[in-house]
């Protein structure tokens, strides 16, 4: 099945310094991919979603150029916090959807926890 | 805004019965809907999903209801085991949309 992968899993990062999260779809193309933030306990929220080939399209709230996305090819969107402050820290996740699949549903990656010291 | 909610936050369930997570969903024009579990420190993992022309679908030990009279959705766990113990997510996507939208998620817990 369609599978997400997303490095790192974990950081931890000084504030001030910038960190940049990977989201790759292994076995299928994803023209969109989905960024999320996940605080301790609570939902995701959609932060951005990614478009292949263009801007980024940003949830209202969500700084673009604190939270900058690039999606340069059909398999990798990146995400990079700039000049990241303690209450960056959360669980970032990316998903994307496999529109050759019989299923609809998104599929997600493993998620990254982001420390900012 | 519109928003997808959870009636439970928290649900303990003896090993062997069978589990019911709700979730009340807001926006009339979802069309698609979806249930996740996360386990700790991990990404969504999917469960089943239902589009709006059904009222029902079945996987293996797992089974979707949709009411869009009342805007409800629910997920049974049959025979819930200790591996099922996790964090249950609807989500919904309006038509029309890509995007997907979460509940606020209910902490299933299995009692050995």
């Known amino acids: 099945g369609a599978v997400v992968s997303q490095h790192p899993s974990r950081v931890i990062c000084k504030s001030g310094t910038s960190v940049k999260i990977e989201c790759r779809s292994l076995d299928f193309q994803a023209t969109t991919m989905f960024w999320y933030r996940q605080f301790p306990k609570q939902s995701l929220m959609l932060m951005a979603t990614s478009n292949e080939g263009s801007k980024a399209t940003y949830e209202q709230g969500v700084e673009k150029d604190k939270f900058l996305i690039n999606h340069a090819s059909l398999t990798l969107s990146t995400l990079t916090v700039t000049s990241a402050h303690p209450e960056d820290s959360s669980f970032y996740i990316c998903?994307?959807?496999?529109?050759?699949?019989?299923?609809?549903?998104?599929?997600f990656g493993s998620g990254t926890r982001l420390t900012v010291v | 805004g519109e928003s997808v909610g959870l009636h439970l936050p928290t649900l303990s369930v003896q090993e062997g019965d069978n589990s019911i997570i709700n979730c009340a969903y807001s926006n009339s024009a979802s069309d698609y809907f979806i249930w996740y579990k996360q386990e700790s420190g991990k990404g969504p993992q999917f469960i089943i999903d239902?589009?709006?022309?059904?009222d029902k679908r079945q996987g293996q030990r797992v089974t979707v209801l949709l009411n869009k009279t009342v805007k409800h959705l629910s997920l049974q766990i049959a025979a819930t085991q200790p591996g099922d113990s996790a964090v249950y997510f609807c989500?919904?996507?309006?038509?029309?949309?890509?995007?997907?939208?979460f509940g606020t998620g209910t902490k299933l817990q299995v009692i050995p």
């Open positions: 998903s994307a959807r496999d529109q050759q699949s019989r299923i609809y549903g998104y599929t």
């Open positions: 239902i589009r709006s022309n059904m």
């Open positions: 989500a919904e996507n309006p038509r029309g949309y890509q995007k997907v939208t």
